[in-house]
């Protein structure tokens, strides 16, 4: 894996008393979650949700229309990754699939050994935004809608605005990835960036499936292209307002993986509160 950082300084002009006078209503819905079509000139706050899930866990598939839910509801606002970890992700013999990642693992654990750095017991539980409610940063899924309008109704727009661009290689299956992250408003905070990899319809076991082994496993995290906790893109505070990084990032995706089937989610994270700032994804190839 290979990084580049650029920084760019530029004006433009946004009307900023959007923020202040904007009144949210429910069910804050800016883009079609069919087309994704959305017309406005701010970019809309996009909320992360770390699915922590195993293929043997039998309550994970309603952990799994839970997240379909709210991307119905929400739209493009939901940004999810699917993390197999605990002794639920554990395949029983070779029939299973193995979605287990060192990512997934040093966030979440293995159950046995380690609970990972969320202190995941069990599945299903979730991660909003890398926000700590209460005592903990998991939350059970029936609590993720609330937190969801919570933070949509802070703001349904974003202080940063993140654009991805993918470029893929099929002959040396290695993907280039340019990333532009655009201050919208004044961000105080020192931010990092984080850029994951997850795949799309693979089919393989989930216990309490309607149909075990014909079930359909979306959002699956197979790897994080600068790690698990990403890069610190910048350490100035506050990340002024109209200020823009470029940051390029260049990997070899596994054969095994179907990269019509990949999408690269990024976000842009408090250094250290770790609370999500702002998320994105993007297909490995456009369609």
């Given at each position: 894996?290979?990084?580049?950082?650029?920084?760019?300084?530029?004006?433009?002009?946004?009307?900023?008393?959007?923020?202040?006078?904007?009144?949210?209503?429910?069910?804050?819905?800016?883009?079609?979650?069919?087309?994704?079509?959305?017309?406005?000139?701010?970019?809309?706050?996009?909320?992360?949700?770390?699915?922590?899930?195993?293929?043997?866990?039998?309550?994970?598939?309603?952990?799994?229309?839970?997240?379909?839910?709210?991307?119905?509801?929400?739209?493009?606002?939901?940004?999810?990754?699917?993390?197999?970890?605990?002794?639920?992700?554990?395949?029983?013999?070779?029939?299973?699939?193995?979605?287990?990642?060192?990512?997934?693992?040093?966030?979440?654990?293995?159950?046995?050994?380690?609970?990972?750095?969320?202190?995941?017991?069990?599945?299903?539980?979730?991660?909003?935004?890398?926000?700590?409610?209460?005592?903990?940063?998991?939350?059970?899924?029936?609590?993720?809608?609330?937190?969801?309008?919570?933070?949509?109704?802070?703001?349904?727009?974003?202080?940063?605005?993140?654009?991805?661009?993918?470029?893929?290689?099929?002959?040396?299956?290695?993907?280039?990835?340019?990333?532009?992250?655009?201050?919208?408003?004044?961000?105080?905070?020192?931010?990092?960036?984080?850029?994951?990899?997850?795949?799309?319809?693979?089919?393989?076991?989930?216990?309490?499936?309607?149909?075990?082994?014909?079930?359909?496993?979306?959002?699956?995290?197979?790897?994080?292209?600068?790690?698990?906790?990403?890069?610190?893109?910048?350490?100035?505070?506050?990340?002024?307002?109209?200020?823009?990084?470029?940051?390029?990032?260049?990997?070899?995706?596994?054969?095994?993986?179907?990269?019509?089937?990949?999408?690269?989610?990024?976000?842009?994270?408090?250094?250290?509160?770790?609370?999500?700032?702002?998320?994105?994804?993007?297909p490995v190839i456009s369609k």
């Amino acid at each position: 894996m290979t990084k580049n950082i650029y920084p760019i300084v530029f004006g433009l002009l946004v009307l900023v008393s959007v923020f202040a006078c904007e009144e949210v209503e429910e069910p804050f819905i800016e883009a079609n979650p069919f087309t994704g079509e959305y017309d406005s000139d701010l970019p809309i706050r996009k909320i992360l949700i770390d699915d922590f899930t195993g293929i043997n866990c039998v309550n994970c598939p309603e952990a799994s229309m839970v997240i379909e839910d709210l991307k119905e509801t929400y739209g493009n606002h939901i940004v999810p990754i699917g993390i197999h970890t605990g002794s639920y992700a554990n395949p029983i013999d070779d029939s299973q699939p193995d979605f287990r990642t060192d990512v997934g693992y040093e966030l979440g654990g293995d159950g046995i050994t380690s609970l990972g750095f969320f202190n995941v017991a069990w599945q299903p539980f979730g991660v909003v935004n890398r926000t700590q409610f209460g005592d903990n940063y998991y939350q059970h899924h029936s609590e993720w809608a609330t937190l969801v309008v919570g933070i949509l109704k802070e703001n349904k727009f974003a202080d940063i605005d993140i654009k991805i661009i993918n470029e893929f290689n099929e002959e040396s299956n290695i993907l280039d990835i340019d990333i532009n992250v655009k201050a919208i408003i004044d961000v105080a905070s020192r931010l990092t960036l984080s850029v994951y990899l997850v795949e799309n319809r693979i089919t393989g076991h989930q216990s309490g499936a309607q149909n075990p082994e014909e079930y359909e496993h979306n959002h699956v995290l197979r790897a994080g292209i600068n790690g698990t906790w990403g890069d610190e893109i910048s350490t100035s505070i506050p990340f002024a307002q109209y200020e823009e990084l470029s940051i390029a990032y260049s990997d070899t995706l596994n054969t095994d993986w179907i990269p019509a089937n990949c999408e690269v989610v990024t976000f842009v994270y408090d250094s250290e509160t770790l609370e999500v700032i702002q998320a994105e994804q993007e297909p490995v190839i456009s369609k």
